[in-house]
């Protein structure tokens, strides 16, 4: 064996990999795995959110609920997998088992997504919702356990491929590796909500989530087998004992022992971590004093978390309220993610080779705890941001009904112009086939409405927390007809659009992906939803049709009227008259990048800072412990959006994203308190200074033994000589 071969990777273990430019082959099969695997992973979670709201139909505060137990899970099961591969399997085994695990996760829930399996009754909504939610809550289950259990054996696992001569290929390798992981992320953000936005379904078209979840599921499966292929090639380290359980045996005897000697009889040790000196060794004790420093600082990381993660939530749920619309491309809510994994190629490199030296250049001592500092700050902002984009949202949002309101909107069918009195208001003039502007609001169960000249009154009843439309006649002695509007904006940024038909015939009204059917002489159809862009509707009576086009926005509602002086067979287009019930969404998606670009700065400036404080901090076996320790506080993390988000039942969404960003303040100046009397140490120093001392200990052990051994040699030298002395054998 090389002298500079790492003794520990023999042939026995090493497989059969050959070198690519100095790379082992095998690593290229780790890479792949990971693109695809974090494809795979991001890919699921950017539509995850909105499958719960719009296909599980849940509400935005348990929609977020769920997806922030979701991730929460993913982070702490890292601490599973890492115990599992140390103490038990290897590396190599359990990336393959947990991967199986991970596959099998995510094709159920492609197939949890799947309507038509319950859909009876083929109206495109499942009728067997819990068998839906059951299966989609085992698939997330065993996603997270997959997903969390190789994240810290995979990496880890590719640096092990490399002796000890190809340092410089090793670090090339890790900088690939976490390209990988953004270039995935970046990939399926883009691929997977353009794959949802489609329509798809065997008896009825819905937005197709179960394809959404597919593609990552079928990029999960080819993860697996490239990484089975490679196994040959594999250098597979056997398990050498979890670090991890042994800092927790040591804590725990340190706690266990202290309780025992609580009496004052007892002297008081410099650190309690010394009371575990009488079963562990003491460069042990020293490791563990300098982790446990770290972790201290770990307490207020959560509160960055907290915020961080609700990209994937609120953020993505805010912009569903929103136009997509950028000119040559429509951008779908869940797409919005991109602008993160964009935004982290682009700031990392100019972070590290323009900011912080111009910052050192400046005279500044910008400490990497003072980066984490003014990451969370950064990170504040950015809720800031999308409080005043919330803000911008709700002034354009439709003020919908109470419980205890009514709303009416009016329309007339007639040719002429009609004068309406209605309580509390002023009187209404309404133009031929057309309705007013805006909703009136009651309080009242029953209202009159009255006509003025010839004069009619006419008894409405109204219903509580509903918006109404009242439509009026062309011969106001008939029967008003009273229907029901949207009560929210419709779902999924679709329009919801209606016919009404004031000819004396019926009428067909279809559109592509639509069909209004047959509509009964003043009479009105149901709601159909249709997408953004241009419709044309086709309205056809008998072997007469004519043609209507429209362009529409994102979330609006509309009322289309089509008057007894239409002519089918000509031209309908500027016949028709419409009535806008909801308006479009009017704030812009592009509002939205601000809060991605400070959220992004402080990723940088927190996370990527954070993880070499923690490495330059730790001792040189117990990275691992934490690499667990961060891993645990995004968990933590996303645990607090739900308690805050349940204690503060804010009514209003912008107040929740102040609330977020005021605690995150309040962490952040805790923080840099700790921060300010935190010393910076060199734990391979101090580890070398305890090594030097045992080598020195062992010397004079050494040294103490051989003095005794030669203090044996002369006293059985002189023993010798004594018997040898027959006069001294005498006196004996």
Same mark, same amino acid.
């Given at each position: 064996?090389?002298?500079?071969?790492?003794?520990?990777?023999?042939r026995?273990?090493?497989?059969?990999?050959?070198?690519?430019?100095?790379?082992?082959?095998?690593?290229?099969?780790? @890479?792949?795995?990971?693109?695809?695997?974090?494809?795979?992973?991001?890919?699921?979670?950017?539509?995850?959110?909105l499958?719960?709201?719009?296909?599980?139909?849940?509400?935005?505060?348990?929609?977020?609920?769920?997806?922030?137990?979701?991730?929460?899970?993913?982070?702490?099961?890292?601490?599973?997998?890492?115990?599992?591969?140390?103490?038990?399997?290897?590396?190599f085994?359990?990336?393959?088992?947990?991967?199986i695990?991970?596959a099998?996760?995510?094709?159920?829930?492609?197939?949890?997504?799947?309507?038509?399996?319950?859909?009876?009754?083929?109206?495109?909504?499942?009728?067997?919702?819990?068998?839906?939610v059951?299966? *989609?809550?085992?698939?997330?289950?065993?996603?997270?356990?997959?997903?969390?259990?190789?994240?810290?054996? @995979?990496?880890?696992?590719?640096?092990?491929?490399?002796?000890?001569?190809?340092?410089?290929?090793?670090?090339?390798?890790?900088?690939?590796?976490?390209?990988?992981?953004?270039?995935?992320?970046?990939?399926?953000?883009?691929?997977?909500?353009?794959?949802?936005a489609?329509?798809?379904?065997?008896?009825?078209?819905q937005?197709?989530? *179960?394809?959404a979840?597919?593609?990552?599921?079928?990029?999960?499966?080819?993860?697996?087998?490239?990484?089975?292929?490679?196994?040959?090639?594999?250098?597979?380290?056997?398990?050498q004992?979890?670090?991890?359980?042994?800092?927790?045996?040591?804590?725990?005897?340190?706690?266990?022992?202290?309780?025992?000697?609580?009496?004052?009889?007892?002297p008081?040790?410099?650190?309690?971590?010394?009371?575990?000196?009488?079963?562990?060794?003491?460069?042990?004790?020293?490791?563990?004093?300098?982790?446990?420093?770290?972790?201290?600082?770990?307490?207020?990381?959560?509160?960055?978390?907290?915020?961080f993660?609700?990209?994937?939530?609120?953020?993505?749920?805010?912009?569903?309220?929103?136009?997509?619309?950028?000119?040559?491309?429509?951008?779908?809510?869940?797409?919005?993610?991109?602008v993160?994994?964009?935004?982290?190629?682009?700031?990392?490199?100019?972070?590290?080779?323009?900011?912080?030296?111009?910052?050192?250049?400046?005279?500044?001592?910008?400490?990497?705890?003072?980066?984490?500092?003014?990451?969370?700050?950064?990170?504040?902002?950015?809720?800031?941001?999308?409080?005043?984009?919330?803000?911008?949202?709700?002034?354009?949002?439709?003020?919908?009904? *109470?419980?205890?309101?009514?709303?009416?909107?009016?329309m007339?069918?007639?040719?002429?112009?009609?004068?309406?009195?209605?309580?509390?208001?002023e009187?209404?003039?309404?133009?031929?086939?057309?309705a007013?502007?805006?909703?009136?609001?009651?309080?009242?169960?029953?209202?009159?409405v009255?006509?003025?000249?010839?004069?009619?009154?006419?008894?409405?009843?109204?219903?509580?927390?509903?918006?109404?439309?009242?439509?009026?006649?062309?011969?106001?002695?008939?029967?008003?007809?009273?229907?029901?509007?949207?009560?929210?904006?419709?779902?999924?940024?679709?329009?919801?659009?209606?016919?009404?038909?004031?000819?004396?015939?019926?009428?067909?009204?279809?559109?592509?992906?639509?069909?209004?059917?047959?509509?009964?002489?003043?009479?009105?159809?149901?709601?159909?939803?249709?997408?953004?862009?241009?419709?044309?509707?086709?309205?056809?009576?008998?072997? =007469?049709?004519?043609?209507?086009?429209?362009?529409?926005?994102?979330g609006?509602?509309?009322?289309?009227?089509?008057?007894?002086?239409?002519?089918?067979?000509?031209?309908?287009?500027?016949?028709?008259?419409?009535?806008?019930?909801?308006?479009?969404?009017?704030?812009?998606?592009?509002?939205?990048?601000?809060?991605?670009?400070?959220?992004?700065?402080?990723e940088?400036?927190?996370?990527?800072?954070?993880?070499?404080?923690?490495? *330059?901090q730790?001792?040189?076996?117990?990275?691992?412990?934490? =690499?667990?320790?961060?891993?645990?506080?995004?968990?933590?993390g996303?645990?607090? @959006?739900?308690?805050?988000?349940?204690?503060?039942?804010?009514?209003?969404?912008?107040?929740?994203?102040?609330l977020?960003?005021?605690?995150?303040?309040?962490?952040?100046?805790?923080?840099?308190?700790?921060?300010?009397?935190?010393?910076?140490?060199?734990?391979?120093?101090?580890?070398?200074?305890?090594?030097?001392?045992?080598?020195?200990?062992?010397?004079?052990?050494?040294?103490?033994?051989?003095?005794?051994?030669?203090?044996?040699?002369?006293?059985?030298?002189?023993?010798?000589?004594?018997?040898?002395?027959?006069?001294?054998?005498?006196?004996?």
């Open positions: 064996m090389a002298d500079n071969e790492d003794p520990k990777k023999g026995k273990n090493r497989g059969t990999s050959k070198e690519v430019c100095g790379y082992p082959l095998s690593i290229f099969f780790i @890479v792949v795995n990971e693109f695809c695997e974090r494809f795979s992973y991001y890919g699921m979670r950017a539509v995850l959110v499958y719960f709201k719009y296909f599980l139909l849940w509400d935005d505060d348990l929609a977020t609920s769920i997806y922030h137990v979701f991730v929460a899970f993913c982070y702490l099961t890292p601490i599973l997998g890492a115990i599992v591969a140390d103490s038990w399997l290897g590396k085994k359990t990336i393959i088992y947990l991967s695990v991970y099998i996760g995510q094709v159920t829930m492609a197939i949890s997504a799947i309507h038509d399996i319950t859909d009876y009754d083929r109206d495109g909504t499942p009728d067997n919702m819990t068998f839906h059951v299966l *989609s809550m085992v698939g997330l289950f065993l996603i997270a356990l997959g997903t969390g259990g190789i994240k810290p054996c @995979v990496a880890a696992f590719g640096g092990d491929q490399f002796g000890n001569h190809q340092e410089k290929q090793r670090r090339t390798f890790f900088s690939v590796f976490y390209l990988c992981i953004n270039g995935g992320s970046l990939l399926s953000t883009i691929i997977t909500p353009i794959l949802r489609q329509d798809c379904g065997i008896y009825s078209k937005k197709c989530y *179960s394809l979840f597919g593609v990552p599921a079928a990029l999960m499966l080819v993860a697996l087998v490239v990484f089975i292929v490679g196994s040959g090639m594999y250098y597979k380290a056997e398990p004992g979890n670090i991890m359980g042994s800092v927790c045996k040591c804590i725990g005897f340190a706690i266990k022992n202290r309780y025992k000697h609580r009496s004052k009889q007892y008081k040790r410099q650190h309690w971590m010394d009371w575990s000196e009488e079963k562990y060794e003491k460069l042990l004790i020293a490791q563990i004093k300098m982790v446990l420093k770290v972790l201290f600082l770990y307490i207020p990381l959560p509160m960055f978390w907290t915020l993660d609700q990209k994937g939530s609120r953020w993505t749920l805010q912009a569903t309220n929103m136009d997509g619309n950028f000119g040559l491309l429509v951008i779908q809510p869940d797409q919005m993610q991109t993160n994994p964009i935004l982290i190629l682009t700031l990392v490199p100019i972070m590290d080779s323009l900011i912080y030296p111009l910052i050192k250049k400046c005279g500044l001592n910008f400490t990497p705890l003072r980066r984490m500092t003014v990451g969370m700050v950064m990170a504040a902002i950015a809720f800031v941001c999308a409080a005043v984009v919330q803000l911008q949202i709700d002034i354009t949002f439709p003020t919908f009904p *109470s419980a205890s309101e009514s709303q009416l909107k009016l007339n069918m007639g040719n002429t112009p009609v004068t309406c009195l209605l309580p509390g208001n009187p209404l003039v309404l133009p031929a086939a057309q007013n502007e805006n909703f009136f609001t009651f309080k009242e169960d029953i209202i009159s009255k006509i003025v000249g010839p004069e009619v009154t006419k008894s409405i009843p109204l219903v509580k927390g509903k918006r109404q439309k009242l439509l009026i006649p062309a011969n106001i002695n008939d029967n008003w007809l009273l229907t029901d509007a949207l009560n929210s904006k419709p779902q999924q940024g679709n329009n919801a659009i209606r016919f009404i038909n004031g000819m004396n015939t019926t009428l067909n009204v279809s559109t592509a992906g639509a069909d209004f059917g047959l509509i009964e002489p003043f009479y009105f159809s149901n709601y159909s939803q249709i997408k953004y862009g241009k419709a044309i509707f086709t309205l056809q009576s008998g072997s =007469q049709s004519c043609e209507y086009s429209r362009d529409f926005g994102f609006s509602s509309y009322t289309f009227f089509i008057p007894s002086t239409l002519v089918i067979g000509q031209n309908c287009q500027g016949a028709i008259t419409e009535s806008e019930d909801i308006k479009p969404n009017s704030a812009h998606m592009a509002l939205q990048i601000p809060q991605y670009f400070f959220i992004t700065v402080g940088v400036m927190f996370s990527v800072t954070g993880l070499e404080f923690s490495y *330059s730790a001792p040189s076996n117990m990275k691992a412990v934490l =690499q667990a320790g961060w891993l645990l506080t995004v968990a933590v996303n645990f607090i @959006v739900l308690i805050v988000a349940e204690l503060a039942k804010l009514p209003k969404q912008w107040a929740e994203y102040v977020f960003a005021s605690l995150l303040i309040a962490v952040c100046f805790i923080f840099s308190i700790m921060a300010h009397f935190y010393t910076y140490i060199d734990p391979t120093e101090i580890e070398a200074q305890f090594m030097k001392k045992v080598d020195e200990d062992d010397d004079d052990d050494k040294s103490l033994k051989k003095a005794e051994i030669e203090m044996v040699r002369k006293d059985s030298n002189k023993s010798d000589k004594d018997e040898d002395d027959p006069g001294k054998r005498t006196k004996m």
